[in-house]
Structure formats: C-alpha cells, structure tokens
C-alpha cells in the first residue's frame, strides 16, 4: 500500500508574517503601471525576492529525482496530460482553423496588456457602479490583509473557497487558519490536497498526482471509517460533507478567470458547481484575481471561452461558465449582501514594458503543461512554486526574482510545444531563453546589466562551470561550419556504441540492453519490426525479419546505420548519464538527412516521373509554379492561412508545426483559382471572420435537435414537444415534465415564479401549467417568490436544499454545445438551479441560438449585460450535469451541482435570419404556428 502523503508532494507553506517586507520595486497600490510595448529587459540588478514566492529548502535536482522515484506519478501524469493534450487537439479542430481563433486571442490578450492600466480603471468603476467594493493590493501581504479585514469585520468564523491560483500565490489559507478562520476548499482536486496538506501539482487537475487508493485513505482518515475504493462512492463522501459546508459558510471566496472591463462582471469557468456555491450561498463573496485577467469587453469575452475551455480540458465550453457582478439586488432571495473585488499585482506590473510583458497574457489553461515533456517526466512539485510547467518556469522567477529561482528556466528542452499548444500564443520557449540569458548576466563576475541592454552575452563567464564553458565552446567550433559539423557527427555515430540499448519489443529472445549489430556484427535491421508488427514495440521503426542490413556491406562500414532507429542511448558520461537514467535519448544517426536524401528520393519516385519532372524546368521553376485549387490555399499569399486537408501537396505552403504562418510558394497566375473556404466563417458578432467547422448552419430548423444531441454528448437528456396552439404546447410540456417527475421519483419540487420579471415571453403560462401538473401528481411544489415576504429567502434555500428536482427557463439556448443560459434576479433564484439533484430546463424553441456569440450578443441587446447599470448580477450557462475528474482520471457525475440534466424544448425555433436581442421580439418566444404531434 502506497503513503498517502508522496516524499515528493511539497506541504503547503505555514502563514508568513502579514507585515513581510516587499520587493523594492513594488508598485502602488494602484494595481497598474504604465504599460508600454518596448523590449526593455528585466534587470539584473538583484533585487530583493518576493516574500511570497519564497523557494523551497530541498534543491531542485533532489525535488527531481524524489518525483522521478514515484512510480504512479510517472504513469499518472503522463497519462492525464497525453489524454487532456489530444482532447484539446480534437476539441481545436472542432473550430475548423484552431491557428486563426489562437490569433484572434494573441491579440486580444496582447492589446488588453498594452493599455492594462486603462482597462482596469473602467473594471474598478463598472464594480463600484454594480454595489461592489473594489480592494487593490500592490504585494501579497497587502492582498491578505484585505482579505483578513473582510473576513474579520464581519464575524466570520468559516470560509469556503473555490479553485483559486492567486490565493495560492499569496497563501491566504495559513494566514486565515493563523486568525482562527475555518478555511475549506470546495474544489473536488483541492479537497483532497488540502487533506494531504500537498500544493496543487497542475493549473487544471491540482491531485493528478494522487491515485485512487491514497484518496481513499485520506477521504477515510477524514470520515472515521474506511470509505470502499470507489471513485463514485468517494466523489459521493465529498458531495455530502462539502455540502454541509457550503450551507454554514459566511463567507465565499473565488478567483477569476476573467474580469470583463465594460461591465465589472467576474467570469467564473468551473465544471463541478462548487464555484456556483461559493458565490450564490454564502452572504459575502470575495473574489481574488491578479490584474492581468481583465478582458475589455464581452465581444472579447466570447473569443477567450472558445479557446479556454478546449484547451484546459478538451470541452467546447465547461459545464458552468457564471458571471456574477455585485451584490444582489432588491427582490432577490438569494446570492450574496456583499460583494469586494481584490485585484493583485505582487510583482506583476514589473513585466509592463519589458520583453517579458507576454507572460501577462496567460489565461491559465494549464495547455503548456499537458504539452511538456518535462512535466510529463516528473509532475508539478519538483518545480517548487505555485505555478508548475513551462509557464511556471517562466513567471515565478519573473515574480519571485532569480535568487532561488534560477533553475526553472532550465527546466525545458526548449522544444516550443508549449507554444503550439498555448491558446494565446506566448513564445514560453524565447522567454526561457531570455531568462536563462538573464542568469549569465546576473552571475557575470563584477559585471550588472544594464537595464536597456538587450544584446546576448558576449563571453561565457557567466556559465555555471568550467566544463560547461568548454562544452558550449565545443559545442560552437563544430556547429559553425559545414565540414566540422558532419566530422562530429560521424564521430558521435562511433563513440555513442558503448551506450546504445535496444528498446526491444516484448518477447523478443535478443537479450536485454545488448544491442544487435554491435556485439554480434548484424545490424538492428536483422531482426524485430516496426511497432505494429513486434507486439507492443514502443514506436520504434525498424527493418522486417529477416531483412539484411547494409552493415559491413556498406561502403562506409557502417555497423549502425540501420540501428539508429530502433536503438536509444541510457547511461553515458557526466550530463548525458543523468539525462538518461529518466528518459530516452535518440541514438546519433549514422548518415545525416541531407546524405541520405537523394537516395530517399531515388527509392520513392520512379525514374520515369523523374526523367519527366527533369524536362519540366529547373527546381527554381517548379518552386515558383502557381499553387493548385487542391492545395486548398486560401486567397492572400503568405497573407492567408491554409486550411487543412486530407491530403496535401508539399507545396501547399501550409503553416509548419511551429504554427508560423505559411510562405508564400511562388506567383499566383490568374488560371490558380484559390480553393474556396472548407469551413463556414462566421459574418458578424465577436467572432466575425473566424471558421467555425461545427456551426450548427444557417437553418434555424434544425437547431432544436442539434442542441439535444450536444447535451446528450455531456450526459444529459432532452425532449421535444409541440402544439397547435400555446394552450396545446403548454399542456404537452406540462405532461412531458410530469412524466420525468414520475419516471424517477421525485416527490419535491422547486422552481422558478411563473410570475417572475425577465421570463421569455410565453414562458411563464408554460411554467405554471407545468408546476401546476406536478401537484396533481402529488409532488410538493415550492415556487421562488423572493420578492415576497413569505416564504422568506432562508426557507426558500432550504427547499432548494432538500428538492428532489428544480425547474428553470433557459433565456438562450447554444444549439452548438447543449449550452443553456439562465439570467437569474427576482424569483429567478439561483439555489434553484444548484442545489436539487435533477435539474428540469425549459428551452423555449426561439431562443435557440447557433453559437456562443450569438448568445452573448442576445444577453447584451436584450438584458443589458454590457452595461454595469442594467446588467443582472448573475447569469450562468450550464452544459449538462456537474462532473469531476479528480480521482486518478475518473469522471464522476454530479459532484456539487446535480446530477441529472434534462431538457425540454418546446414551441418552435426562430425564424430565419432573426438576430439574437434584436427587433421588437428580440429573444421572445412565439407559440404559435404549425406542429407536428407530441414527441
């Protein structure tokens, strides 16, 4: 049985002193800096280090090799990653042109930095005009004390809080714990390591680094009995204790994804309910952000979600996406009497105006990390901060100051595919190159940079080693010349045979770590195969049985030649023995790519098309012919961007895998037509000029079913029915709901006032039919009526509370992602849609809508979203039941919020080409018309 608590899970720091001295540098309380786009570089000169990015005791290589000796963590991580990286992948494609949408988010993001102090002082008045109270805090001691003096001045004894990265940057929970504040985190992920006393190990998935059976024992030390090894059962012991929790809380605290600029509304983008309860129960709601995750605008907005979500955990957009503004107003029953906004800087605006100021565009999707190689290896703790992963490496010595922090730059194989994978485009691989410059400056003897000096180091005096500066030197001599360069190659070809093993396929009679053709004289070719052939081989390519290798026979006398590919180097002198006792490293090739490229092409291409391609003009004239309409080029040259195509011709000119954009292959002549655009691009709204590969079409028609297969694609289920008249629709809906009630037993119910403000038009007869219909049924009914005195709001939550099934209408339905949006306010409680297990939606059939952006333009035309001054203070959109995969990669339904999700679409869909919160019946719904029988 494995220790539930890893040698290498590193604890959560105990409380720092409130009053801890800041950095130097720090700014004002005003939260910004002036923002500039120079390529100014941080100093050198050494500052002192940011108390709250203090770095861990143990040294860096020793936290690597405590992580390296886990054995589930190094099969758990890379499994979690590779499944979260190639959902992002699947979820990407779904857009049509992931390159274009991550390009229109780069700039989004890059032009909110450059006027950030602008953009924030519109959040902070849109806060203070909604009823909040806006706290800016320069330093991480600064943040607390707010926070604290919240907390303290009203009373509060107990804190829930939802997932929050900048909570942990600042360790508000020792500093609560320290005044006597009961501090529980309510995300699943962040339940079980605050039991564990670990730090989050990823952005997204804070526990991927526990199994199943260590949250077993620490779910068990947590009740007093042994819990069964289930991950539903043990998802089900944190529902009903966490639950408790919620309801006695005083005060809610949560991060923020986003602060949208023109309309102070925090963006909350969770997937378990749990950031729904911290921010709708308890009567006072904090929300933490640092100052970088303001958006200007809602256009903006929905740019940001599209990318957000199917990058962090590969879902068109997450199960609960909340906006929520001040307090509430009067009328409501429920959501919280306060609410303060604490904006952080703590080092962040040192990056304003320097070539690191693209750090600040990150949107926390943890993408970078799933991508890493080296996190791959060895998980989150051996990075030693709040942040792990190529972003990490790059912002917390970047907040934290180098002193202690100047391994993390090295903590990369500069590979760039935390740049392919980021949704925003951050160059993470040129940023830790620029670190990593800026730890030779610092360690140049007598020597500080200056701050406006942006050339590289001249000399190697600030090399770490003398070996290191004479490995660099070598490094350099051969590499700079075309001679010297295939010499050393040759050579390493020779002197790595000590140290090649043969990664040998399973059941294989080659004995282990003996690699054929060097101690027998047959090359790797004489025997195995490639993966698919030799039983599970681990993606090494190799010769068919059987087949001689060029060996001996060759003219060079090259032993290795075919061995190269199925042959891996482990062990090895000084750096390269440590690098391969965790990995593999590639074996040198024998002959390089350009020496074995004219005999590729002699063995691929016939010598007739050959001949022919000879008599059809120089190579120069072919690069330059006119690109072919299968190409599938869009117009503009180098301008456009391809899309992509089954098959491909290599001079297609399509974007390489760094994601740069394509070369332009030569000159158009008028008889090269483009290829028209494969995907449908969105004409107008925040998303105008994007593709958009799964729009549901222009054909409001079939909308309906399309959003009933989205929800039943996130578990939930869906029914359609009609009428001739409103009275017939309403009835049908009104037994379509009864039948649900009794197929699953639910005797008590809570919904919504069918006299509520802000309903769809002809919502709330059907509302009421359907209530109406559950009473006959026998069900115990409770409508939210907050704006009346009885019943009052605190025995309204418990009915929500203790409901079996609550009942809601959607103001807009997302056809493309099952997607229903509910804007909540006077009888419109939020409990309503929370707390009950199953959740009953009513989609009215016209506020269907294509798309996310759709549904943002219709919420800001018809309830004012954009605007502070009429904006509601919470609108949720919800895409099927509450789920989790916490424990060891298990997906759990039903968490926090329900688990069970149904809807019921009724009335027939918008007429075509009707815009969203637009003309005179903008978002309403019509009941009239011709239908077909109840379905």
Known sequence: MRNATPDHAEARPAAAPAGATAPATAPGSTGAMASTTTNRIVSSTRRPANPSHRPPAEPFHQRIQAALRDDFLRVAVPRATYRQHYGREQALAQLGDPLKWRERARSIRAGTIAELDRYLEQAVAAVEARGGRVHRAATAAEAVEAILGIVQRAGARRVVKSKSMVTEEIHLNPHLEAAGVEVVETDLGEYIIQLAGHRPSHIVAPAVHLSQQQVREIFSREAGHELPDDPVALAAFARQRLREKFLRADVGISGANFLVAESGTVVLVTNEGNGRMVTSLPRIHIAVMGMERVVPTWSDLAVLLEVLARSATGQKITVYTTFVGGPRRPGEADGPEEFHLVIVDNGRSNLLGTRFQEALHCIRCGACLNACPVYRQMGGHPYGGVYSGPIGAVITPLLGGLDGWKDLPYASSLCGACYEACPVMIPLHDLLVDLREEVVNRERPGEVADANDTAPAADANGLRSRAERWAFRLWRWAFSDPRRYRLAARVAAWLQAPWLVRDEPAGSDTAPGVAPGLRDGRTGADEGGTGADAGGWSGRVGGRKGQTGRGASDAGGDVVDDLMARAVLRGGPGPLGAWTASRDFPAVASRPFHARWAELVRETEPAVTRTEEAGAGSAADRSAAPASSEEGVNPGGAAGRPFARPTVPASSG????????????????????????????????????????DHPGPDPATWPERFGRELEAVHGTWSRVHGSTPEAVASACAAACAEYARAHRL????????????????????LEAVLHALEEAGCQVTRWRGDRQRPAPSSLRQAAATADLGIVVAHYAVAASGTAAVVHGPGRGRAVSLLPEHLLILVPGTVLVPTLAEAIVGLSGRYGVADPTTAPQNVTFITGPSKSSDIELHPVVGVHGPRYVHAVIFGPPPAAGARPGSGPERGHVNLGGRVRATG
């Open 654 to 693: 399509l974007a390489s895998s760094t994601g740069s954009r394509p070369q332009e292959t030569g000159k158009r002549t008028a008889a090269a037509a483009p290829a028209s655009n494969p995907f449908p691009v969105v004409a107008s709204g925040p998303t105008a000029g994007l593709p958009r590969a």
């Open 747 to 766: 005797r008590r119910v809570v919904a919504w006032d069918p006299a509520a403000p802000d309903l769809p038009e002809g919502a709330g007869p059907v």
